[in-house]
């Protein structure tokens, strides 16, 4: 037993390293989605994890995430969206303008975005990266400083896709705590309440896209 102490001793210090630094918090369950919140290391802000299931296929919600122009329709708080670069069907880059509540002033940042498909589960993966020096700064609009994030999308079968909405961001200068954390929940809620909406009306519900196989 003297012998095994210092192992079992070893196995816990190394279990406890490989363990997250913060765990998530469920702050929201309501209408078939969940909100979950984390500690970020050396931010302020916390990262947000949004989760629902959604009748549709993988192409429906893909044109949907691919029609820049009507972002502002069911995206929270999307103020303005426009595409500016747009490298292949896989890779683009889009101007965002976040609106918050009055009297704090709009956020804005260039985002990359990625598309990429596991092979054997079928798994789409949007990746999001915040590019804040790719456009010059704006009166009246707030550069945010930092973003990254992604929507993972889930084909479950039957009709039915998991989508997972995962982002943590810098707003940049001053908003006040209450503002911040209202947005944690509110903006992915009522973006994925959207979602699930938008995806069933036309043109969406019948979009085909060869760059995402869906998995049968």
Known sequence: MKRLYPLILFCIFITAALLPAF?????????GITISVQKVEGSEIKEFMAVTVVESSLSSIIALLDDTKNYTSWNYRCS???????????????YMVTGSPWPVAERDIAVRSVISQDKSSGVVTVSLKGLPGYTSEMNGRVRMTSLRGYWRLEPLGGGN???????????GGSVPDSIVNSSLVDIPYNTLWNMRNFVKRSPYRDAVYTIVKEKK
């Not at 765990?23 to 209408?31: C, I, L, P, Q, Y």
């Not at 303005?80 to 889009?94: G, H, M, W």
């Open 23 to 31: 765990s998530w918090e469920r702050v929201k369950n309501s209408g």
């Open 80 to 94: 303005e969206a426009k595409l500016l670069y747009k490298k292949n069907d896989y890779e683009r880059i889009t």
């Open 161 to 171: 896709i998991r989508v997972i909405y995962r982002l943590h961001s810098e707003p």
